[in-house]
């Protein structure tokens, strides 16, 4: 049983202050991110109406939930 690829994209939400929004998706074994992310500019990127994850969602990924914990020590 193969491992799941997992993508995490993240993005500046300039609008809500920069504050850093990550979405996780799994992706299909066949699916090349980066051909995805061209085609996605070419039909006009954030301004087409879909945030590159959700591109990606139309394209076959999955959209994942996940706990994710940061520990920063200082």
Excluded: C, H
């Amino acid at each position: 049983m193969s491992q799941p690829r997992i993508l995490v994209v993240q993005a500046l939400e300039q609008w809500t202050g920069n504050v850093d929004k990550q979405e996780f998706l799994e992706i299909p074994a066949t699916m090349d991110v980066a051909r995805e992310e061209a085609a996605w500019f070419a039909s006009g990127g954030d301004s087409s109406g879909k945030s590159f994850a959700e591109y990606l969602v139309s394209q076959g990924a999955k959209a994942l939930s996940a706990e994710v914990w940061t520990i920063n020590y200082q």
